[in-house]
């Protein structure tokens, strides 16, 4: 996919999440068209709600080649006209991520310094944010990319801990996206899961 359809599915991931239903004509159109294996179906399908459902089918996208931006877009045509047109402006418009700037950025919503938007969260700073995360853990991490089974042997190897499980999670997510797990995306994931900005207070120090 090209790197200015991943900016846009990245930036705009919150707002879809809250405007689509994608289990039904959109994953299907996707699994018509080859973006999506059987394999993804199931595992969208197997998500509890339908914003956990949209922000998996977005995380996925990106790695599907060249031709999932213009397939995801023909999905949205029957039923989600309206959010079509919305992402044709968008990617007509824009030429670089400058534009696509969010308006309640990281830096600015979450009061985090913008130097350290970029960086790479230690494991200590994790471990601090492990033990702030409760029952929304797991959006969080189906939005940063964790499968179900990742999530799952997450839970295996620490049954009597959350915050462990939680620290595994975000460990496992920093270890597969390598320099592209920024303070910037774990950001974007915590307000994708509606968390309240004070989650993170005293967190990245």
């Keep these: 996919m090209d790197p200015k359809h991943k900016e ?18 959109v994953i299907q159109y996707l699994y018509q068209e080859g973006i999506l294996t059987e394999s993804h179906v199931e595992e969208i ?22 031709l999932a931006f213009g397939a995801f877009l023909g999905s949205l045509e029957q039923d989600f006209p309206w959010v079509r047109e919305k992402l044709l402006l968008i990617s007509a418009a824009t030429d670089d991520s400058a534009t696509l700037s969010d308006p309640s950025t ?33 959006m969080v991490l189906v939005d940063l990319g964790l499968s ?41 994931s915590l307000q994708a899961s509606d968390l309240h900005p004070s989650i993170i207070d005293q967190v990245f120090i």
């Design 8 to 25: 846009i599915l990245r930036v705009q991931r919150l707002r879809l999440s809250e405007q689509l239903v994608v289990d039904d004509t």
């Design 45 to 66: 399908q197997s998500l509890p709600s339908n914003k956990s459902k949209t922000l998996r089918l977005l995380a996925i996208l990106p790695g599907r080649g060249p």
């Design 106 to 138: 990281a830096s600015g919503q979450w009061g985090v310094p913008e130097h350290l938007l970029h960086t790479i969260p230690s494991n200590q700073q994790l471990n601090r944010l492990a033990s702030r995360l409760g029952s929304e853990w797991e």
């Design 148 to 188: 179900p089974e990742e999530l799952y042997r997450c839970r295996a190897d620490h049954p009597h801990s959350v915050q462990s499980q939680v620290l595994a999670g975000l460990v496992m997510w920093k270890q597969l996206q390598g320099r592209g797990a920024t303070v910037q995306c774990l950001l974007q």
